[in-house]
């Protein structure tokens, strides 16, 4: 039987260590608590008739006047970004402006839609009205959410040249 010597063995044992190590981050991140959005005609048309659902908080993202996204947190939820600013005790007409302030910034061609947000089971947390679609939901301990900022994917973006 061939000795190993110390230095092979110590060599090929942080390599595995390192492997290890790097599958665990792998793992651990894509198993973390995200939730899912899903378009609805429903919500759409909620936003769109500024209908204000009683048990949502509101927000918004982008200028006051000129929103990217709009979106409703239920009441059990609590939004853990600073990204987005809250409308506080919002009424009907201040839905309006927000919606109006989005969609006359709109360019032809494009149009928004309404969306609901799950949380990783399966429940309806909240809703989402906007142009923009990318975004990411994940769920914290005791009812946190934490929402990104919407992202607009541009499928020109991978046609065009970048200096370094």
């Known amino acids: 039987m061939e000795k190993i010597s110390l230095k092979y063995f110590m060599f ?7 492997a290890l190590w790097g599958i665990l981050l792998l793992t651990t991140g894509c198993t973390a608590n995200y ?9 759409n048309a909620a936003f ?11 927000y918004y993202t ?5 929103p990217k996204a ?13 990204s987005w600013t809250s409308m506080g005790p ?3 007409d201040t839905l309006k402006d927000r919606v109006d302030g989005m969609t006359d910034q709109l360019g032809q061609g494009l149009k928004t839609y309404g969306w609901v ?21 994940k769920f914290g301990d005791n009812k946190e959410i934490f929402v990104s900022q919407p992202v607009w994917e541009d499928p020109e973006d991978r046609m065009r040249f970048r200096l370094p």
């Open 12 to 18: 090929y044992k942080t390599r595995y260590l390192f």
């Open 35 to 43: 939730g899912r959005m899903e378009r609805s005609q429903e919500i």
């Open 48 to 58: 769109e008739s500024y209908q204000v659902l009683p048990d949502y908080n509101y």
């Open 62 to 66: 982008g200028g006051q006047n000129n």
């Open 70 to 82: 709009i979106m409703g947190i239920h009441k059990d939820y609590t939004l853990k970004t600073s």
């Open 90 to 92: 919002i009424k009907s």
């Open 117 to 137: 947000i799950f949380s990783p089971n399966g429940e309806k947390v909240g809703v989402w009205y906007s142009m923009l679609d990318r975004t990411s939901v």
